[in-house]
């Protein structure tokens, strides 16, 4: 997994942001926060920042974390909203082990249990690595994006869903 995005779905139903995800064929899971938070968080998989960006706006948030993983590091970002658009609110120092994941979480009184070993499984086909280069070359509709999710969602979800049970 080289990105993925937690984003808050509220604490009720909503169907613009459920329809997004749908529609995105995104693979997600929720997330399950360890503290008295009764908020429902979304943890999104190989997500470009765009898409993650468009969830955030659908569920009416007003922040949302967006991580980059390479090499045994990664990186996540705070993006809180400022007038109309996203701004990045914060960086984590590198993080390198769950203790660094939790310490960066616990800022924003939030405890996630996140396995690092899923940002390492090279068993996880990346055959949508498109998805990030297409992005910073040249401009793609977030349906086209969607189209070529479908095409491999359910091996890509099965092989996420280990790490999570």
Request: some cysteine.
């Amino acid at each position: 997994m080289e990105t993925f995005a937690i984003i808050s779905s509220g604490n009720s139903y909503n169907k613009t942001g459920n329809e997004t995800l749908k529609y995105g064929a995104f693979s997600y899971i929720q997330l399950e926060c360890f503290n008295d938070n009764k908020e429902k968080f979304l943890f999104v998989f190989n997500i470009p920042y765009i898409d993650a960006e468009k969830i955030a706006r659908d569920y009416n948030q007003e922040s949302f974390f967006f991580g980059i993983s390479e090499n045994d590091k990664m990186q996540i970002l705070h993006y809180q909203i400022n007038g109309k658009t996203y701004k990045i609110d914060e960086t984590s120092k590198i993080i390198t082990n769950e203790k660094d994941i939790k310490d960066f979480f616990s800022k924003y009184n939030l405890e996630f249990k996140i396995n690092l070993d899923l940002f390492n499984d090279t068993s996880i086909p990346l055959d949508n690595e498109w998805i990030f280069e297409e992005e910073l070359k040249e401009p793609s509709t977030f349906k086209h994006r969607a189209i070529e999710r479908r095409k491999i969602k359910n091996s890509v979800d099965e092989k996420l869903l280990k790490y999570f049970n």
